[in-house]
């Protein structure tokens, strides 16, 4: 199973992004998926996470600016990001841990949680 995120880029405080997350090897429909940013010096963090039947999870710091969203047709998961803020700026990775019915990792997950990892994307947020 492979992840393969895209979209980051360099943007203005305010603006919008589309983090897109590719998952080949294995149905969407199995994962619980991720989405995890890592700024120079601080440790990994979860933003958001989706599980099989849709359920999700934000940080307290990117609720009601973030949205996760899961497409099992096109085997993608999405994180539309609104009104970026220059500490959004960070790396984000997608990862993804096989579970179905289980809301574990929409219950306070952490980064050690997921075991599949695709490659980082780099947001950066200016002022």
């Known amino acids: 199973v492979q992840l393969q995120a895209s979209g980051g880029g360099l943007v203005q405080t305010g603006d919008s992004l589309t983090l897109s997350c590719a998952v080949s090897?294995?149905?969407?429909?199995?994962?619980?998926v991720g989405w995890l940013r890592q700024a120079p010096g601080k440790e990994r963090e979860v933003v958001s996470s989706?599980?099989?039947?849709?359920?999700?999870y934000y940080a307290d710091s990117v609720k009601g600016r973030f949205t996760i969203s899961r497409d099992n047709t096109k085997n993608t998961v999405y994180l539309q990001m609104n009104s970026l803020k220059p500490e959004d700026t960070a790396v984000y990775y997608c990862?993804?841990?096989?579970?179905?019915?289980?809301?574990?990792?929409?219950?306070?997950?952490?980064?050690?949680?997921?075991?599949?990892w695709g490659q980082g994307t780099q947001v950066t947020v200016s002022s």
């Open positions: 090897g294995a149905a969407l429909d199995y994962f619980a």
């Open positions: 990862a993804a841990r096989r579970s179905v019915g289980s809301r574990y990792y929409i219950e306070n997950p952490r980064a050690a949680d997921f075991a599949l």
């Open positions: 989706v599980i099989s039947d849709g359920s999700t």
